[in-house]
């Protein structure tokens, strides 16, 4: 008889969103009482193995997901996120009014805008030759930021909408533009009890963001479903934890600390851009859910073939080579991270005033 899902346990079900009540505890604890919820007797050598190498499973209900996507700082909740939406999908918090956060971290197409360098306004291209790194699962990384410059997504939303090759937006206008629409004047002060201000804007920005997770049949396999992957995708996955990937790209994220690039031989790319990694020369690792819906990839976007990224990675991480078949294994196993997008209705947004 095949164990499906049996070795979930039933410990307690944690509390509903936005209680607060655990400031106490980091990000690690946190994540780590989520995600203690299998029975390791019950697992296969290779979910035992993958949990060894510190992978950990996306809680399955929504409400423990975003509980632990929640910031005690600024708590989630239901009308936050819905403004936070409207913030999001809305144009006029750009110069130009053209441009919004969904134009580079688009929502239907893995949070991302599939070009290598990221366009901004009047058509520039990111100064650095900077790719747009995807919004799906940015909640889980320890940093935001290629150079791990912001500490978590309510700092990250303040620099785009003002950032000249960005949104061009200085924090006055973008106030301005605000306030000069009565229902987002109501709707602030419904969320915040407050007027409109630009810190206030990119808290509920975050709030949004922070229901932006992907559950995945790997999560489902780390859980204890050994048939949530295919033969293949296992055999992928164990070429992965073998070769030294995992070493990195672990922890709920399967990415997302700060690590050295290259870290053993030249990156071939290295002269697209000139990004160089922060004052140590280390780079924020990428999430590698829904890798194979986020090309290109790396940070200067120099490839849009996975395999190439991977051998890439290999070579630079590693200093080792990988035969055809382990590379189209790993390959085979990142079809296991796509995960399942949240709904998302696209927001109708509050009209300006006419004699405006
Ligand atoms: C012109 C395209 C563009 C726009 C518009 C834009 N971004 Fe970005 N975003 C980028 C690029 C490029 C980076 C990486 C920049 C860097 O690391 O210096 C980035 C980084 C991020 C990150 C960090 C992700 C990570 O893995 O480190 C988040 C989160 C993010 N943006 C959210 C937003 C939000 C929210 C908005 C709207 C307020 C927004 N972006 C607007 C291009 C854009
Ligand atoms: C020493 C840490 C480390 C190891 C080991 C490592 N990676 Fe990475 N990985 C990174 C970092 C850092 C980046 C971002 C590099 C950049 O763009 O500048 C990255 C980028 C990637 C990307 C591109 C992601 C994107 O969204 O652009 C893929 C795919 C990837 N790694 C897969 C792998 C695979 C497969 C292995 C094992 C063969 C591996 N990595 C080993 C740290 C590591």
Partial sequence: MKLRKIAISTVAVLALVGCGSDNQETKADKIERATQKVDKNLLTDLQKKALNAGFQALPSSKAEQLKLADNPNNPITEAKVELGKKLYFDPRLSKSNLISCNTCHNLAIGGVDIVPAAIGHGWTENPH???????????????QFWDGRAKDLEEQAQGPIQAPPEMNAPKELVVSKLKSIPEYVEEFKKVFNSEITFENATQAIAAFERT?????????????????????????????????????????AL??????????????????????????????TPTLRNILETAPYFHNGAMTDIKEAVNVMTETQL?????????????????????EKPKITYPILPAMPLNN
């Fill in 255 to 284: 990415g997302g600390t700060m690590q050295p690039f290259p870290a053993i031989k030249k990156y071939k790319y290295n002269d697209v851009g000139d990004f160089k990694g922060d004052k140590n020369s280390m780079v924020k």
């Fill in 319 to 339: 200093g080792i080579e990988l035969k055809k078949e382990e590379t189209e294994n790993i390959v085979e196993f990142f079809k296991s991270l796509t995960g």
């Fill in 129 to 143: 030759h900077l790719n747009s790194p995807t919004v799906y699962n940015a909640v889980f990384a320890d940093k």
């Fill in 212 to 252: 932006l997770v992907t559950p995945s049949r790997f999560d489902k396999f780390l859980q204890g479903d050994n048939t949530a992957l295919t033969d293949k995708e296992k055999k992928g996955l164990e070429v992965f934890i073998d070769k030294g990937c995992a070493s990195c790209h672990t922890g709920i």
